[in-house]
């Protein structure tokens, strides 16, 4: 039973992170094109092409729960091609540093799924010029810092009754990853979030 509960929250998680995002990412599109005459035809032709991948990523999470870009390109190029992917050009600028790899399995999908969650939070809420997203490793510790220089947030508030499952999803994969969550923010000077996390054994990689 525990473990029929372990694999539900899992699930859950997944097709929050996944799903969740890539709507988020079309409502964004739809109000620009409310509230704007200009690139109207891209917008639509985002929108287009963000439903036509449902299909896939759904079949993604049905077979292995791990997103194809993933799984394919690493965690590097898949944290770039999600901002690239669901960002408006420019709006807000993206700095994006990713020094690290060959990590675990593991490790790749909670990041990326905790990266995942933060930008588009970043996008939704902020009303940041720019931000920016670095992974680090110093030591035996990752570090993986995600700063906005939006609006920012009431901390105090925010510690005692944060919001919504995508954070709450946030927060579990921090403790699966044995890992520490920090934030600092106040209301109109952005906010950042550091999360460490011990090192794994990280993948060998194949010898030429």
């Known amino acids: 039973m525990a473990l029929e509960e372990s694999l539900k929250k899992k699930l859950s998680a997944e097709l929050h992170d996944e799903f969740g995002a890539a709507l988020a990412a079309i409502t964004l599109k739809l109000q620009c094109i409310v509230t704007s005459d200009k690139n109207i035809l891209e917008n639509i032709r985002g929108i287009e092409n963000y439903i036509r991948t ?10 292995n729960l ?34 690290v ?17 933060l930008f588009t939070n970043i996008l939704k809420h902020s009303k940041a010029k720019s931000c920016a997203i670095q992974l680090i490793k110093t030591g035996k510790k990752l570090k993986l810092t995600v700063y906005d220089d939006g609006i920012g947030l009431d901390e105090k508030k925010y510690r005692q009754a944060p919001s919504g ?16 969550m920090y934030l600092t923010s106040e209301p109109g ?7 460490e996390i011990p090192c794994f054994n990280e993948r060998k990689q194949a010898s030429s």
Do not use: C, D, W
């Open 54 to 63: 449902l299909t896939p990523r759904l079949r993604s999470i049905s077979y």
């Open 189 to 195: 000077a952005g906010t950042e979030y550091l999360i």
């Open 101 to 117: 790899h060959n990590l675990q399995h593991e490790q790749n999908l909670h990041i990326f799924r905790i990266v995942q969650e």
């Open 165 to 180: 499952i995508g954070l709450i999803n946030v927060f579990s994969r921090v403790e699966l990853l044995n890992g520490t």
């Open 66 to 99: 791990m997103p194809p870009q993933l799984e394919r390109y690493g965690l590097k190029a898949a944290i770039i091609n999600l901002v690239n992917e669901i960002g408006h050009p420019g709006e807000p600028a993206a700095h994006v540093h990713i020094g």
